[in-house]
């Protein structure tokens, strides 16, 4: 078996089955059924792995985002209290993180429920409510989606996750990973798996202490500022043991 077609393999094995799909969607049905009591008419999209299509199943979760239009009425934070305090209701587990309310389910996965005011009409942009810092985030899931759809990377992606993943690699939001390797494989043509992973963990290892990601929805928005010192030197040195790895299979 050829390095390309073990990695392909890797890919195969992280597929979610029908039936947990299926229990994703439901919880995530759920969920909405609850938040759309709310007053505001909220629209509800799914974001996050599930959205772009980089789900692997080692480590999934399905993003909700429940948007109300911009002549609503209400603020950020009447959204994002009205949010928690129907969700803490129905699911004891939900609790906030940063712009979300997450709930864990049976079977190892959680859903996080991301509130947010849209711009205008057309529902692009949204503000979202950090309440970690009581402040306000300008962003679009649309334009994430799309950006990690259109690079063709989806399949390294998912790669880069499961070696995250496996490896207690701290990137911590998986927006940055996505970034990352997308930038790391600008002008790369091959369709070689293991030539592009080689590609990213070498930009890893030569950029990521100094690299700046920013938010391709929000240029103020630099994403790569939630990784710390010690988050990138330990970044630089699981990519560089990467490299330096005799096969796939310790990488992985």
């Not at 073990?6 to 995530?28: F, H, M, S, W």
């Not at 996965?109 to 009581?134: C, M, Q, S, W």
């Not at 100094?210 to 990519?239: F, H, Y």
Request: hydrophobic share 40%; proline share 3%; with cysteine.
């Amino acid at each position: 078996m050829s390095n390309h077609a073990y990695l392909k393999q890797l890919l195969a094995e992280q597929d979610l089955r029908p039936e947990e799909v299926e229990t994703l969607q439901r919880c995530g049905r759920a969920i909405q059924r609850a938040v759309a009591r709310l007053d505001g008419n909220p629209r509800f999209y799914y974001a996050g792995s599930f959205g772009k299509q980089t789900i692997i199943r080692e480590n999934f979760d399905l993003d909700i985002v429940a948007y109300w239009p911009d002549d609503c009425g209400y603020t950020l934070k009447g959204i994002f209290d009205a949010v928690g305090k129907v969700l803490q209701n129905e699911w004891k587990s939900a609790r906030s993180k940063g712009v979300a309310w997450t709930i864990s389910f049976k079977g190892g996965f959680h859903i996080d429920v991301v509130p947010g005011r849209a711009l205008d009409k057309t529902f692009r942009e949204a503000n979202l409510y950090r309440n970690d810092k009581d402040s306000s985030m300008k962003t679009s899931i649309k334009v994430h989606i799309e950006t990690v759809k259109k690079s063709g990377r989806r399949d390294a992606i998912r790669l880069m996750k499961l070696w995250r993943t496996r490896n207690n690699v701290p990137v911590k939001k998986s927006l940055i990973l996505e970034l990352l390797t997308i930038r790391a494989l600008e002008g790369t043509t091959s369709p070689d798996l293991e030539h592009q992973l080689l590609t990213v963990f070498s930009h890893l290892r030569e950029n990521i202490e100094v690299c700046r990601i920013v938010d391709p929805a929000n240029s103020n928005n630099v994403v790569s500022d939630e990784l710390t010192a010690r988050d990138r030197s330990a970044i630089r040195t699981a990519a560089s043991a990467a490299i330096a790895a005799g096969r796939w299979s310790e990488v992985f």
